[in-house]
């Protein structure tokens, strides 16, 4: 649903993609902590990678409602490539599978 292309925002190098400056002079980066009962704010993205394959079955469960209450509608979650939220029942739908992209549906 864009309106300009991916290069607009990206300078693309050898497969690697690096956000040009008006793009990310607008990005806010945050630092949170996982057991926090609260949702964080309402992000368009969170990206956890490789984090929740520490954790047992009930801390993975609660960081996902978590994440869930802490995406705005239509936010997308990028776990790591040995994660995946579909064993939960919570509203995520695959975005992109080889990527471990997930979108929140209600």
């Known amino acids: 649903g864009g309106k300009t292309t991916f290069e607009s925002y990206f300078n693309v190098r050898n497969g690697d ?56 509608m239509n936010g997308f979650l990028v776990l790591g490539e040995s994660e995946n939220v579909s064993s939960y029942p919570i509203g995520f739908q695959v975005y992109d599978k080889h990527n471990k992209i997930f979108k929140k549906i209600i």
């Open 17 to 72: 993609a690096q956000g040009k400056p008006h793009l990310l002079d607008r990005i806010l980066y945050f630092q949170h902590s996982l057991l926090n009962k609260g949702a964080f704010n309402e992000f368009n993205l969170i990206l956890c990678r490789n984090v929740l394959i520490y954790f047992d079955q009930t801390l993975q469960s609660t960081v996902i409602e978590l994440f869930f209450r802490s995406l705005d």
